[in-house]
């Protein structure tokens, strides 16, 4: 018993001694710690800023700030639309197809609490009355601007056959104050053409449109207050009209001959001008293929945002890249803006610059067209917008009200 007691002592000595030994003779290695390396990145593209990326955009309530400052309301002219609604019946008759008018427009304020705007519609050709219809009205204080439409299929069930130049009225009555006031009187030109359907059936289904083509060689250029520096970084925009579809436009501007609005960081353009169409005028129905641009207006408008009036953010200093930016209170005179349309160039404008950036001419002031934006000539050039009335702008300009001062290529 002693002697194995014995033999299990030397036994754990011997394993304790060989254990302690190759401790001693094989350490651990420590497990290096990761270097830290660089996480793969694709080619750096710069980032737009908001005024790189900002476009023309639609007024996105029914109220906001109008241009005008006047004690009395007043229609934009600029805004004013009317189509024809094409009604795909004719008193119970689905084979005959009748028209009412529709129009969208804004008015500045001051608008008076209990004031409604209604339009008085004459028969095509005469003076005999057709419609009276009330637009959706609001309160509006003075600077700033209601914008509403009416007629269409709100009038459907009083549509009609013939065609041809329209008396019209835009009217606000107040029953509180006892008023009634003319904020406009005009006329349009309504038209038709066969429907794309086919067959017998189709002899009378016309689709109904207004001639627009007086928008054509009317144009506008203004500034717009940044949505983050307001006044102290305006934005310049031009606007035109196309016959047809509004699309794949390229915009640029030319200061005495040289181009400007295009900066590049790191071979990359960044802020480039674009286009978009805002206002659509087309008929509420297919029409046949031999119609012109499909009785198509489109408005579009560009944003330059690499174009400003001037800079003065930053308690004067403005922006970091401001050497870069083209300010044009600081470069006055003449400039041209070039469109190129499906890759083709299809309109050119030209404008001057006076000192501290102005850009009024004093054709819509002088024409009451109260707007802010300044007109401008349009040159057409090319055949995509089809075939057109050159001269209809001399008498239908605005709905009947042709422009003075207006000199058209």
């Not at 949505?227 to 047809?244: L, M, Q, S, T």
């Not at 007109?375 to 239908?396: E, H, L, M, S, Y």
């Amino acid at each position: 018993m002693r002697r194995s007691f014995l033999l299990i002592v030397v036994l754990c000595m011997t394993v304790f001694f060989i254990s302690h030994t190759a401790s001693a003779q094989f350490k651990i290695p420590k497990l290096p710690k990761p270097k830290p390396q660089p996480t793969p990145t694709e080619t750096t593209q710069p980032e737009p800023t908001q005024s790189e990326t900002a476009q023309p955009a639609a007024p996105s309530s029914t109220t906001s700030q109008s241009p005008g400052g006047s004690d009395q309301p007043s229609l934009q002219y600029d805004t004013l639309q009317v189509t024809a609604w094409t009604n795909n019946s004719y008193k119970g008759n689905y084979d005959v197809w009748s028209w009412v008018p529709e129009l969208k427009f804004r008015v500045n304020g001051p608008i008076a609490s209990g004031s409604q705007l209604y339009v008085e519609v004459q028969q095509p050709g005469g003076t005999a009355p057709w419609l009276s219809f009330d637009c959706d009205t609001g309160e509006a204080q003075k600077g700033y601007w209601w914008k509403t439409e009416c007629g269409g299929r709100q009038v459907e069930d009083k549509s009609i056959l013939p065609v041809g130049p329209v008396n019209f009225a835009i009217k606000l009555r107040n029953e509180l104050a006892g008023t009634n006031t003319t904020l406009f009187t005009g006329k349009f030109k309504v038209a038709k053409t066969l429907t794309n359907e086919v067959g017998p059936k189709a002899a009378q289904k016309f689709v109904y449109y207004v001639d627009q083509d007086w928008n054509l060689p009317i144009g506008y250029v203004w500034y717009t207050p940044d949505d983050v520096y307001g006044w102290d970084y305006p934005n310049f925009h031009v606007a035109f009209w196309v016959r047809g579809e509004a699309y794949k436009f390229d915009p640029h501007l030319f200061y005495q001959g040289k181009e400007v609005g295009r900066m590049f960081m790191d071979g990359t353009q960044v802020g480039a001008a674009g286009c978009e169409g805002v206002v659509d005028l087309q008929t509420t129905q297919s029409v046949n293929d031999s119609l012109p641009q499909k009785a198509k207006w489109s408005r579009v408008e560009c944003g330059f945002p690499i174009v400003k009036r001037w800079d003065k953010t930053n308690g004067g200093q403005g922006q970091p890249n401001t050497n870069e930016m083209f300010k044009m209170a600081s470069n006055p005179g003449q400039y041209e803006f070039k469109l190129l349309w499906n890759n083709k160039l299809a309109r050119s404008i030209k404008f001057t610059v006076g000192p501290n950036g102005k850009l009024d001419n004093g054709i819509a002031s002088s024409n009451k067209l109260g707007i802010e934006r300044v007109v401008v000539p349009v040159t057409i050039i090319g055949d995509q917008d089809g075939t057109w009335n050159k001269a209809i702008w001399q008498t239908d300009a605005f709905y009947g009200h042709p422009l003075t001062g207006f000199n058209w290529p």
